[in-house]
């Protein structure tokens, strides 16, 4: 079993809906997770991050972490189609070593 | 202020070439990370610098090497390529102190042929 695992997707919703993305994980000692945006071409953009479980929200952007069921989301109001991109989760067991999920595609059609 | 930044965007090597990837961190960051994001594999944990040691590398061989110089900047080389090195090469940096942040540059394309 995978440390992190993401759907791959894609993912297409029109402008303006609601996004869920997901993952779950294996690894009960992660206590960060993250999520990052990447953009096609381009770097990883670190978009939310959430110690230990609850909810963190910024903006139309919400993160959730159930850690009793190892699974994490980030939701996205009223969606965009600048928010087109690859959404990657990320964990750690606060040290370096951030485990990455595949990621999932996205596409926001106007 | 300045994020990270990484050189050349684009490499093209034949097998058995080495190849130098750099990178500079974020000011004030002593923390540079190396990954690799290949093609259906996700991103891979390469290697951890901080305050130039080599602090902890991931699960590659011993021809992915790297340092870094005293003004934080870091250099990842790859030694005797082989195609399967093909891939983005991304270098994060963060705060000592706070390892799970980490700022991600536009990475390296490096393409084996």
């Known amino acids: 079993q995978k440390e992190v695992e993401q759907d791959p997707g894609p993912l297409s919703v029109p402008e303006g809906a609601i996004v869920s993305l997901n993952c779950t994980y294996s690894n009960s000692a992660f206590q960060y997770f993250m999520w990052y945006r990447q953009y096609s071409r381009k770097g990883p953009e670190l978009l939310m991050y959430t110690y230990s479980s609850g909810n963190k929200e910024d903006g139309r952007f919400t993160?959730?972490?159930?850690?009793?069921?190892?699974?994490?989301?980030?939701?996205?109001?009223?969606s965009q189609p600048s928010d087109s991109a690859t959404y990657l989760c990320a964990m750690s067991v606060s040290n370096y070593k951030l485990t990455f999920g595949k990621g999932t595609l996205l596409t926001v059609n106007p | 202020e300045a994020g990270v930044t990484q050189s050349p965007t684009h490499l093209i090597k034949t097998r058995g070439q080495q190849a130098t990837l750099r990178c500079s961190p974020i000011s004030g960051h002593t923390s540079v990370y190396w990954y690799q994001q290949a093609l259906g594999l996700g991103l891979q944990f390469l290697l951890w610098y901080d305050e130039g040691e080599e602090r902890n590398r991931g699960n590659f061989p011993p021809r992915f090497s790297g340092r870094q110089f005293p003004n934080y900047s870091s250099e990842l080389n790859v030694n005797a390529l082989e195609l399967e090195d093909s891939a983005l090469y991304l270098c994060a940096s963060s705060y000592v102190d706070n390892q799970e942040t980490q700022y991600f540059g536009p990475g390296t394309r490096l393409l084996v042929l």
Do not use: E, G, H
């Open chain 1, 63 to 78: 993160a959730q972490v159930d850690k009793s069921s190892k699974y994490i989301s980030l939701f996205i109001r009223d």
